[in-house]
């Protein structure tokens, strides 16, 4: 029996469709999942079951009563519940405190501890209410929004990329819990890039493409290739490395230690590495290691020991971005939305902070718009992002494709020296293989590229050696070619100082 039936839902922004006439069945007790690649309309169909978008036709019944709801509190008291895939807690309140904010008629304090210990310990999601936000892990966080959620007893579940930023023992744990939700009766919509993760995890797949439904399928039964290329309509390319030999070093970090730069950052301790002209360096770790704080240093957000960060002959630890940007160094952090991007500025705008320096977009103090606008369409078109316009505004995007559009910014730069955190992070399959074969053929013409994901399937693919980040130190960097996941599980969990044979590339 049907939990949610959507008939013909259309939803149109400006210059876009972003929903048109989509039908899909959500029984109870399933975990269905929705695909589609970035832009096909996703989110737009999420939020109308959450009360975030109003349909402008098409109809929705829950428990077969019909189901229009004015905003997220009366879904929520419909019993949807959802888990958004950017967290939306406060790291200096605790985690029963985050909890309260999202209650609509939150007990005491006291009450809410009990409860959070209570359904943490049935659904196996360990998690201590007094603790700090800002001292817990992704996972944990992520713990924090799924309790919130299962505080309200919902029938329907919403899911959106959970597993982006958990290391793979944290996804085993969180599907356990989706499976033990499933046998009690709730249903999940289950959203993901991760097409083997749907394969082990739904019992059900629609596939949306442009903002319509292309197909459904059983995930268990249907390749994860299949899929992907329902998704896109089309065969997906495999990416390859190049067997150029390396070229001479081009970045050289040497010692680099920096305290944290807030209460909840990480401190880089002793971090030394050397990455070669036409070299992919991937590094691998949890989040919250030093990632963030390792990517400015590398960019010059945050200034260091001049001599720490050498690039080429010259050393730039203390130099500003706009300086390294135009020796060749460009970079792009993790978060897009409010760090990479300016969420209110257009397209063209956004493209002219970063490219102003390099691409030479100003002449004698005045702006060059169309030269800016020119080198924003071309991100446009060169990476496929979704959007009606280079004038819009990088909120106006979905995730996925403001992702595209970020690092097709940085890679459209040229540079010689390129640093990307989490480079694919909440893009689609087609996305992801077009974003790593860029990387590839940057490198290819001769640039020095550092990718930091935790992705490790990723970096496995692009890289030519692999480095761990674990509590802001570094692995000593090894050849990928030969790693085993063994080897790499160990490098993960801090053990920089192991003896093991290094396999030649």
Not at 31 to 47: M, P
Not at 456 to 470: G, V, W
Request: with cysteine; glycine share 10%.
């Amino acid at each position: 029996m049907s939990l949610l039936t959507i008939e013909n839902l259309t939803k149109a922004y400006p210059g876009v469709v972003a929903n048109n006439d989509v039908s899909l069945e959500i029984g109870r007790g399933e975990i269905h999942a929705l695909l589609g690649e970035n832009g096909a309309g996703k989110s737009t169909l999420v939020k109308a079951i959450y009360g975030l978008v109003k349909p402008d036709a098409g109809k929705m019944t829950l428990n077969g009563a019909d189901f229009e709801p004015a905003n997220p509190s009366a879904a929520r008291a419909a019993g949807i519940a959802m888990v958004f895939q950017h967290f939306s807690l406060f790291d200096a309140l605790t985690v029963a405190e985050n909890i309260a904010l999202g209650l609509e008629n939150p007990p005491p304090q006291a009450q809410i501890s009990e409860d959070v210990r209570k359904v943490s310990d049935q659904y196996g999601l360990p998690l201590d209410p007094e603790m700090i936000v800002g001292d817990l892990s992704a996972g944990e966080r992520q713990r924090v929004e799924i309790i919130r959620c299962l505080l309200q007893d919902p029938k329907l579940l919403i899911m959106d990329e959970p597993t982006s930023v958990l290391t793979p023992q944290e996804v085993t744990i969180l599907f356990e819990t989706l499976r033990k939700l499933q046998s009690e009766g709730t249903s999940i919509l289950y959203i993901s890039h991760k097409l083997e993760e749907i394969r082990a995890l739904c019992d059900n797949a629609t596939v949306l493409r442009l903002g319509q439904v292309v197909g459904t399928c059983d995930p268990r039964r249907t390749s994860a290739r299949d899929m992907a290329e329902l998704m896109v309509g089309m065969a997906l390319q495999i990416t390859s490395k190049s067997g150029k030999p390396l070229g001479d070093v081009a970045l050289r970090l040497s010692n680099l230690t920096a305290g944290a730069p807030h209460q909840f950052g990480t401190a880089l301790k002793h971090i030394s590495l050397e990455v070669r002209k036409g070299e992919v360096l991937g590094i691998g770790g949890v989040a919250g290691n030093g990632q963030d704080e390792l990517v400015a240093a590398l960019s010059g957000e945050m200034k260091v020991g001049a001599q720490m960060v050498v690039m080429g002959d010259i050393p730039i630890g203390a130099l500003p971005p706009n300086k390294r940007r135009a020796m060749g160094l460009c970079a792009a952090p993790e978060e897009r939305n409010g760090h990479a991007a300016a969420p209110d500025m257009t397209l063209v705008e956004n493209a002219l902070m970063t490219g102003a320096t390099r691409l030479s977009l100003t002449r004698n103090g005045f702006l060059q718009w169309d030269k800016a606008r020119a080198f924003a369409d071309a991100i446009i078109e060169t990476f496929d992002v979704r959007t009606p316009s280079a004038n819009n505004t990088a909120r106006s995007l979905s995730g996925g494709n403001l992702q595209k559009f970020v690092i097709g910014r940085e890679i459209m730069q040229n540079p010689d020296v390129l640093v990307i955190n989490q480079p694919t992070w909440g893009v689609d399959a087609s996305a992801a293989a077009s974003i790593r074969q860029a990387i590839l053929d940057l490198a290819n013409n001769g640039a020095a590229v550092v990718v930091i994901s935790q992705d490790l399937d990723e970096l496995m693919e692009i890289s030519d050696r692999f480095a761990a980040l674990n509590e802001g130190k570094l692995s000593e960097p090894r050849p990928t070619q030969g790693l085993t996941m063994e080897e790499i599980g160990l490098m993960l969990g801090g053990a920089h100082g192991m003896e093991v044979a290094h396999v030649d590339a």
